[in-house]
Every structure is written in structure tokens, then in C-alpha cells.
């Protein structure tokens, strides 16, 4: 996943029309849309200060068109637990469940009263579950940001245990910490999620300064996701259901060599490809490149061993072992931007910049009413933007179809956006997923 700090610069306010609260409050007794394959969208914690929330996933469609919504993100504590705080850099609860929701941003149109113990994105992800019957919620622990705790936390047997138990107490039994105010409480957010979604970032090096790396990390990340599954199976028989256990993991092989891809895998449900961020705003200079290509591109001047795709990195995980039903393969719903590019041979691919367009990163639903002309290259399936100067990499909804049919054609279980509130207030990046899974779509 990508760190919160650099995705709020680039967000914009998401408008659109709200639905009148009579046919929202009605939606529940309608029936579930049969849906193909998985269909797994983050919605960032941080979105509503840009004016996405919950209700936007009603309005724009996109709430009917998934099946999974990863609330990003919860914080792993140094003492190795699930916790809520409102600190900066720390943790939301405020935005998580103690924000009063108003009528006119609340899925049903119900504003919440002062009483109730369950507020904020928590309660409006609740609201949206009974308005779409097909939908579940899992909380995503970690992110770039939050991953600094893991190791510890995935250490020993003892910590393992206590970690795993903390973050079923807190985010599936409910039991919210009330911290000064009346919201929260014992069972609060029960109903909220429906499981757990891993976002260690990563699991032997590789992720943010200063974060704790250990040698070991990936054969605990094994026995953690292991322990994940046992007190998660250990919750649902009591409850009669079955909890989802996915993770994100890697792209880059060095990262992904780090982990027992193939015994991690049985453990959970799915694992949500990040076939994303090949290149980006960490090479300010260029050479401008493509940010999630589907194919690999034999003209691509990066040093040998970095020309990834999207294709190369799922024949990569199949050959250590992980079965293509249990792979979700993940798309960008923003883009990386250079400046200062020449137009070269190829209209801005693959040329030098003086630096990065705009703070180099910006949502789909900006780039789209960019100047310039949108190329798209038949051999990586890959699209990009450019002016004369400016060169935004990114993936347009016909790309995002081909992955799609992509996932559905090799036997993969589902695609993953990120994130959902960088479509613009149409839900078009959605729905052009969901016309790639479908078995009966044409062009």
C-alpha cells in the first residue's frame, strides 16, 4: 500500500450527487447482486478529510460492483497489539468511530445522535453492508506507515498469541476502548468486519526507516498468519461463520523471496497482489516508465531485473508455489507524474525529466481531465498522459478491463483497488473492473 501522508496530498475533494435517504434506508431488503470473482476495494481511514466517505461508495456505484472493503489502516502497538488512539502519525479514532456522522453524509440518511456508542467510518461501514448484502468489511493492519511493530509483535510464540488475541477483541468482538468519551464500549463494533486483512510492509526489510527487521521475519510471518487462522477458525465456531484471513504482499521478488510463499498461502483466504508501483516518483529524474505495466516490455531501459509486470509477477508467485485461486491480482487507481520530459520516439516513455509533475503523485480522478493526449503501448497494455512536458503513467478503465479479463482468464480469484477514493464520483475505475470479470462482457 502506499503511506497516507503522500495520498492526502493528492486527494480532492470527491463531489456528487447524494441520494435522498428514503431509497438508502430501503436498500437492505433488496437482494445481493450475483457477483464474479472477488472484488477487494481499500478505503483509506484519512479519505473523509477530503470529503470521501461511505456514502460515496453508495452514490458512485461502486458499493454494488464489490464484494470486500479493506478499511486502511489499524496500528500494531510497541507491546505488539490492535489498539485505537487519537494521536497524529498514531492512530483515528475519531475518523474510525468517534466522528458524529451528519444526515447528509450518512449512507441512510440517519444522522448519528449523541448517545449512540458507534459513530464515525465504523457505523457508516456497517449502514453500507445492510444496504449491500454482497459486501463484507476487513480491517488491513499496517501500510507503509504502521508496519514498524510487526516483527516484534510476530516474534515468539507468546507474542504471536497475544497479538493475534488483541486484534479479534478489538476489531471483531467490538470491544472499542472508550478513550474519554461515550463511544466505544464492550461489543460497540460488533458486525463491523468480517476480517482481517495483513498489510506487513515487509517482512524482513524493505519498508519504512525505522522499522523493526529481524532475519526471521518471514518464517514468523508464517507462524503468525497461522495463529491468525486458528483464532479466527476457534472465533467462527462459536459464532457460526467463517472469518477471511488475506494479506498484501509484494510485487518486487527481492521483498517476496523474503517470505514462505507457499506455506503462508494456505493460511488465508486470498493474498492481494500489490502489482503496482513499478516505477515512480523515487526516480525524479526518470527515465519516465510505467507504473503497473500487464507485460514486460523487452525495449524497457531499466537495469536488468527490475522490468517487472504485472504478468511477470504472478508466473512468479505460481512458480513459488501459490495456487492462482488464492491470488488477487491489485491495480492502481492513481498515478506517478515527471515533468520536464522530452517527447523522444515514444511520445514521453522512457525519456529523462527535471523532476516530478504536480508532487508526482495524483488520483485517477484528477489526471483524467489533464491536458495532453492518452497513449497506450500494445505490448505492456500500459497507458500514460503527456503534453510536451508533463508525463503521467497510470491505468485508464480500458486497462483496468484488460487486467480484469486478465485475472479471470488465468484463473485468479479477484482483483484489489487502491484506493477507492481516487475514482472519480462515477465509480468508473469499478466499474470497468467489473465489466473485466464478467464471462459474458464485450467490447
Known sequence: MRRPAALLAALAVVSG????????????????????????????????????????????????????????????????????????????????????????????????TADQPLKGSFNQLRKLKAAHPQLKAMISLGGWSWSKYFSDAALTDASRKKFVSSCIDLYLKGNLPQLGSIEGGQGSGAGVFDGIDIDWEYPGGGGDAGNV?????????????????????????????????????????????????????????????????????????????????????????????????VDQVVRYYRSRGVPADRMVLGVPFYGYGWTGVPAGDHHGLYQPATGLAAGGTAPYHQIKDLPGTVYRDPRTDATWKYDGTDFWAYDTPAVLTDKAEYARRHGLLGVMAWSLDNDDAQGTLVSALDAGLDPHHRR
Open 213 to 309: 527487521v529481524r532475519p526471521e521475519d518471514g518464517h514468523n510471518y508464517t507462524l503468525l498468519m497461522q495463529e491468525f487462522r486458528r483464532q479466527l477458525n476457534a472465533l467462527g465456531a462459536q459464532s457460526h461463520k467463517h472469518y477471511l484471513l488475506t494479506a498484501a504482499v509484494p510485487a518486487g521478488t527481492p521483498k517476496a523471496d523474503q517470505l514462505e510463499l507457499k506455506q503462508v498461502s494456505r493460511s488465508m483466504d486470498w493474498i492481494n497482489l500489490m502489482t503496482y508501483d513499478f516505477h515512480g516518483p523515487w526516480e525524479a529524474q526518470g527515465p519516465t516508465n510505467h507504473l503497473a505495466n500487464l507485460y514486460s516490455d523487452p525495449a524497457d531501459p531499466s537495469p536488468a531485473g527490475l522490468g517487472y509486470s
Open 17 to 112: 450527487t447524494l441520494l435522498a435517504a428514503g431509497p438508502a434506508a430501503q436498500a437492505h431488503d433488496r437482494p445481493a447482486p450475483r457477483l464474479e470473482g472477488q472484488r477487494v476495494g481499500y478505503f483509506t481511514q484519512w479519505g473523509i478529510y477530503s470529503g470521501f466517505s461511505a456514502k460515496n461508495l453508495d452514490t458512485s456505484g461502486q458499493a454494488d460492483k464489490l464484494t470486500v472493503l479493506n478499511y486502511a489502516f489499524g496500528n500494531v502497538s510497541a507491546d505488539g497489539t490492535c489498539f485505537e488512539a487519537n494521536a497524529a502519525g498514531v492512530g483515528d479514532a475519531w475518523a474510525d468511530y468517534q466522528r458524529p456522522v451528519g444526515a447528509d453524509e450518512s449512507v441512510d440518511g440517519v444522522a448519528d
